[in-house]
C-alpha cells in the first residue's frame, strides 16, 4: 500500500486562520484595554490629555499615553462616593434593562409559541405584521408611540421607554423560527401523559429552547443598556431619568476626567452577561446551523 503523503497545507491554513483571528480580536480589544487603563489615571492628568484633542495638524495622529504618571482610583471615588451624578444614571440604565427583559421573558417566549404552534384564524396575518414592525427603523414608529403614550398619559416616565420594549418582534420571530423546528414527537408524548398546554410550554418547550433563549437574552441586554432614541424622544422633560448611554456625549464634549471610568463601569455589565450566556450563544448558532 501506498502512504499518503501529507504535506501539511490543512494545518498551515489553520494556523493563518487563527493568527488573522487572533490579530482582529486584539484589534477589536484595544479601545476596551486603553478605556480600562485610562480609568486609573488621575482626573487632571485626564483632563490635560483630552485637552490635547483638536490641537494637532490635520492627518498627524493624537497620542497615546501607555502608562499614568501615578496610578490613581480618584476617578471612581469620584463617581461612586463624592459625585454620584454619573452612578444614577448607571442605575437608571439597570433599572430600563431589568424591567424590559422581564417583560419580554414573560411575552416574547409565549408569543412565539402561539405563533409556532397553534393554528387559529389571522395567525399569518399577525405573522406578517410582526415581520414588517422588525423591519422598520425606530424613526418610522416613533410619532404614533409618542401620540399614544401622551393620549394615555405615559409620556416623560420610566414606563414610557420599557412598555414599548416589551414587544420586540425580532426577538419574537426568532424564537418563534426555533420553535418551529422543534419535533411534534416532543410535545405530543408529553400530552399523552396528561401535560396541558401550559405545562408543555414550561416544562417541556422552555427547557428546550434554552440556548436560543439565552441568546436572545444577551443580544436583547445589549440593546437595552444601549437605548439613546428611545429616552431622548420619550423622557425629553425628565433628565434625572436618562440612561447612562444617553448621557455619554456630554460626558465626552468637555472633559471632566471621569469619562473613562464611567465608560470602564458602563462596558462591565455587558460583558458578565455575555460571558454569562456565551455557551448559549454559542450553542444557539450551532443549532440553527445545523436546521
Same mark, same amino acid.
Given at each position: 500500500?501506498?502512504?499518503?503523503?501529507?504535506?501539511?497545507?490543512?494545518?498551515?491554513?489553520?494556523?493563518?486562520?487563527?493568527?488573522?483571528?487572533?490579530?482582529?480580536?486584539?484589534?477589536?480589544?484595544?479601545?476596551?484595554?486603553?478605556?480600562?487603563?485610562?480609568?486609573?489615571?488621575?482626573?487632571?492628568?485626564?483632563?490635560?490629555?483630552?485637552?490635547?484633542?483638536?490641537?494637532?495638524?490635520?492627518?498627524?495622529?493624537?497620542?497615546?499615553?501607555?502608562?499614568?504618571?501615578?496610578?490613581?482610583?480618584?476617578?471612581?471615588?469620584?463617581?461612586?462616593?463624592?459625585?454620584?451624578?454619573?452612578?444614577?444614571? =448607571?442605575?437608571?440604565?439597570?433599572?430600563?434593562?431589568?424591567?424590559?427583559?422581564?417583560?419580554?421573558?414573560?411575552?416574547?417566549?409565549?408569543?412565539?409559541?402561539?405563533?409556532?404552534?397553534?393554528?387559529?384564524?389571522?395567525?399569518?396575518?399577525?405573522?406578517?405584521?410582526?415581520?414588517?414592525?422588525?423591519?422598520?427603523?425606530?424613526?418610522?414608529?416613533?410619532?404614533?408611540?409618542?401620540?399614544?403614550?401622551?393620549?394615555?398619559?405615559?409620556?416623560?416616565?420610566?414606563?414610557?421607554?420599557?412598555?414599548?420594549?416589551?414587544?420586540?418582534?425580532?426577538?419574537?420571530?426568532?424564537?418563534?423560527?426555533?420553535?418551529?423546528?422543534?419535533?411534534?414527537?416532543?410535545?405530543?408524548?408529553?400530552?399523552?401523559?396528561?401535560?396541558?398546554?401550559?405545562?408543555?410550554?414550561?416544562?417541556? @418547550?422552555?427547557?428546550?429552547?434554552?440556548?436560543?433563549?439565552?441568546?436572545?437574552?444577551?443580544?436583547?441586554?445589549?440593546?437595552?443598556?444601549?437605548?439613546?432614541?428611545?429616552?431622548?424622544?420619550?423622557?425629553?422633560?425628565?433628565?434625572?431619568?436618562?440612561?447612562?448611554? @444617553?448621557?455619554?456625549?456630554?460626558?465626552?464634549?468637555?472633559?471632566?476626567?471621569?469619562?473613562?471610568?464611567?465608560?470602564?463601569?458602563?462596558?462591565?455589565?455587558?460583558?458578565?452577561?455575555?460571558?454569562? =450566556?456565551?455557551?448559549?450563544?454559542?450553542?444557539?448558532?450551532?443549532?440553527?446551523?445545523?436546521?
Amino acid at each position: 500500500m501506498k502512504k499518503r503523503i501529507s504535506n501539511g497545507t490543512p494545518h498551515a491554513s489553520m494556523a493563518v486562520t487563527r493568527f488573522v483571528l487572533m490579530l482582529l480580536a486584539a484589534i477589536m480589544l484595544v479601545p476596551i484595554f486603553v478605556t480600562a487603563l485610562y480609568s486609573f489615571f488621575s482626573p487632571a492628568e485626564i483632563k490635560a490629555f483630552m485637552g490635547t484633542r483638536n490641537n494637532f495638524e490635520a492627518g498627524a495622529w493624537m497620542d497615546i499615553k501607555l502608562a499614568p504618571q501615578m496610578v490613581s482610583l480618584r476617578q471612581y471615588y469620584d463617581i461612586l462616593i463624592r459625585d454620584t451624578s454619573i452612578l444614577k444614571m =448607571f442605575c437608571n440604565s439597570a433599572m430600563y434593562s431589568v424591567l424590559i427583559l422581564l417583560g419580554q421573558a414573560a411575552v416574547v417566549p409565549m408569543m412565539a409559541y402561539a405563533l409556532s404552534r397553534f393554528k387559529f384564524k389571522g395567525r399569518d396575518a399577525i405573522f406578517f405584521f410582526i415581520i414588517m414592525l422588525m423591519l422598520l427603523p425606530f424613526q418610522v414608529t416613533m410619532v404614533p408611540n409618542v401620540l399614544t403614550l401622551r393620549k394615555i398619559g405615559l409620556l416623560d416616565t420610566i414606563w414610557a421607554v420599557v412598555l414599548p420594549m416589551w414587544f420586540a418582534p425580532f426577538y419574537i420571530f426568532l424564537i418563534r423560527q426555533f420553535m418551529v423546528g422543534l419535533p411534534n414527537e416532543l410535545l405530543e408524548a408529553a400530552q399523552m401523559d396528561g401535560a396541558g398546554t401550559l405545562r408543555c410550554y414550561i416544562h417541556i @418547550v422552555l427547557p428546550v429552547c434554552r440556548p436560543i433563549l439565552g441568546a436572545a437574552v444577551a443580544l436583547s441586554f445589549a440593546d437595552c443598556w444601549n437605548l439613546v432614541e428611545q429616552p431622548m424622544t420619550y423622557l425629553t422633560n425628565r433628565l434625572d431619568l436618562q440612561p447612562l448611554s @444617553v448621557m455619554f456625549n456630554q460626558l465626552a464634549d468637555q472633559s471632566s476626567g471621569l469619562e473613562f471610568a464611567g465608560a470602564s463601569l458602563y462596558i462591565l455589565p455587558a460583558l458578565f452577561v455575555y460571558l454569562y =450566556f456565551l455557551k448559549d450563544i454559542l450553542t444557539g448558532i450551532q443549532l440553527t446551523e445545523l436546521k
